[in-house]
Nanobody
Framework: QVQLVESGGGLVQAGGSLRLSCVVS????????MGWYRQAPGKQRELVAT???????NYAESVKGRFTISRDNAKNTVYLQMNSLKPEDTAVYYC????????WGQGTPVTVSS
């Protein structure tokens, strides 16, 4: 059974930074593209960053230039470095494979104060 455990969220002022981590177990991590998603209150979950097996990355326009996704296959971990945070980045952040599984982790909440 796949487990996705996100961590690293918190409360930060606008302009600040956070680094999220997601440890994955129960699947061949290095053989899967991974993504970071977020869900803001009252909104649908959206995909914000992806990284392929070959480490090609893509970003939603709203985070491009501010967020960086990376992976460590030896640790079965995917990261999201978030810089220049804005209040509109406030959301619960999740990781999942691409395409996503039906099951999700608990997510890690990020709150950016203005």
């Amino acid at each position: 059974q796949v487990q996705l455990v996100e961590s690293g969220g918190g409360l930060v002022q606008a302009g600040g930074s956070l680094r999220l981590s997601c440890v994955v177990s129960g699947m061949l991590f290095s053989f899967n593209a991974m993504g970071w998603y977020r869900q803001a209150p009252g909104k649908q979950r959206e995909l914000v960053a992806t990284i392929t097996v070959g480490r090609t990355t893509n970003y939603a326009e709203s985070v491009k230039g501010r967020f960086t996704i990376s992976r460590d296959n030896a640790k079965n971990t995917v990261y999201l470095q978030m810089n220049s945070l804005k209040p509109e980045d406030t959301a619960v952040y999740y990781c999942n494979k691409l395409p996503s599984l039906d099951s999700w982790g608990q997510g890690t909440p990020v709150t950016v104060s203005s």
